[in-house]
């Protein structure tokens, strides 16, 4: 698969009924951009000077739970470095791109291969755990966002911050607010202040949370 963007737009070849999803999830489509227009002014304002930011999703479940653990209290270089390393040795590789690793392949490995890989032995055991769990993705990903997240925190070594980025940047839910992220807890901070309940405070930006917390994030990075 090759995808090449350009002033026209996207091209992707070749583009076929398997390819399509993948490429209509790693290009954000699901996002409603056209009825977000929201009524706060600060966030009004980030639309309007980000026009047309569509955040990408993870494709799979099992790849959106992994990269989540890969970031786990780490930078995003040293787990972006491990993530690479992972889906080289346990993916397939086509052409000059890999593919991610399926969940049945690493669940036959053992932790020191992981470890060798730069993963500590804790999140090693997070991986592997995850990847023999026994779950009905597609099922789960029918259910009401709490429960979504019920089920992701019963998972060892996953919890709510987990869960709240597995709803938003998997499933693309709209009210997906990851109040326990310190990068859009500093993003809130730097465009409203201090704010006590930042779970809370997603509230006024309804039904729209994922979207915003998204553009809240590029905001604070681009100036």
Same mark, same amino acid.
């Given at each position: 698969?090759?995808?090449?963007?350009?002033?026209?737009?996207?091209?992707?070849?070749?583009? $076929?009924?398997?390819? @399509?999803?993948?490429?209509?999830? /790693?290009?954000?489509?699901?996002? *409603?951009?056209?009825?977000?227009?929201?009524? $706060?002014?600060?966030?009004?304002?980030?639309?309007?000077? =980000?026009?047309?930011?569509?955040?990408?999703?993870?494709?799979?479940?099992?790849?959106?739970?992994?990269?989540?653990?890969?970031?786990?209290?780490?930078?995003?270089?040293?787990?972006?470095?491990? &993530?690479?390393?992972?889906?080289?040795?346990?993916?397939?590789?086509?052409? &000059?791109?890999?593919?991610?690793?399926?969940?049945?392949?690493?669940?036959?490995?053992? @932790? $020191?291969?992981?470890?060798?890989?730069?993963?500590?032995?804790?999140?090693?055991?997070?991986?592997?755990?995850?990847?023999?769990?026994?779950?009905?993705?597609?099922?789960?990903?029918?259910?009401?966002? @709490?429960?979504?997240?019920?089920?992701?925190?019963?998972?060892?070594?996953?919890?709510?911050?987990?869960?709240?980025?597995?709803?938003?940047?998997?499933?693309?839910?709209?009210?997906?607010?990851? !109040?326990?992220? /310190?990068? =859009?807890?500093? !993003?809130?901070?730097?465009?409203?202040?201090?704010?006590? *309940?930042?779970?809370?405070?997603?509230?006024?930006?309804?039904?729209?949370?994922?979207?915003? !917390?998204?553009?809240? =994030?590029?905001?604070?990075?681009?100036?």
């Amino acid at each position: 698969m090759r995808i090449e963007a350009g002033p026209g737009g996207v091209r992707v070849e070749p583009l $076929d009924g398997e390819v @399509e999803p993948v490429v209509r999830q /790693l290009l954000g489509f699901p996002f *409603d951009l056209e009825g977000f227009r929201p009524q $706060d002014e600060v966030l009004a304002g980030l639309v309007e000077r =980000l026009r047309g930011l569509r955040p990408p999703l993870a494709p799979g479940p099992f790849e959106a739970l992994v990269g989540s653990i890969t970031a786990q209290q780490v930078s995003l270089f040293a787990a972006f470095a491990v &993530r690479n390393r992972f889906v080289t040795r346990f993916g397939e590789q086509h052409g &000059r791109a890999w593919s991610f690793p399926d969940a049945a392949r690493v669940a036959s490995a053992d @932790e $020191d291969e992981l470890v060798a890989l730069g993963f500590s032995r804790r999140k090693a055991e997070y991986v592997l755990g995850l990847a023999r769990a026994e779950v009905d993705w597609a099922e789960l990903a029918l259910l009401p966002d @709490e429960e979504v997240k019920a089920s992701i925190v019963a998972l060892r070594g996953l919890g709510e911050w987990t869960a709240d980025w597995f709803l938003a940047r998997h499933l693309a839910r709209p009210r997906a607010w990851p !109040a326990g992220d /310190l990068g =859009l807890r500093k !993003a809130v901070a730097a465009f409203y202040g201090p704010v006590d *309940d930042v779970r809370a405070f997603g509230h006024r930006f309804d039904p729209f949370q994922n979207l915003a !917390a998204h553009y809240l =994030l590029v905001g604070l990075r681009v100036p």
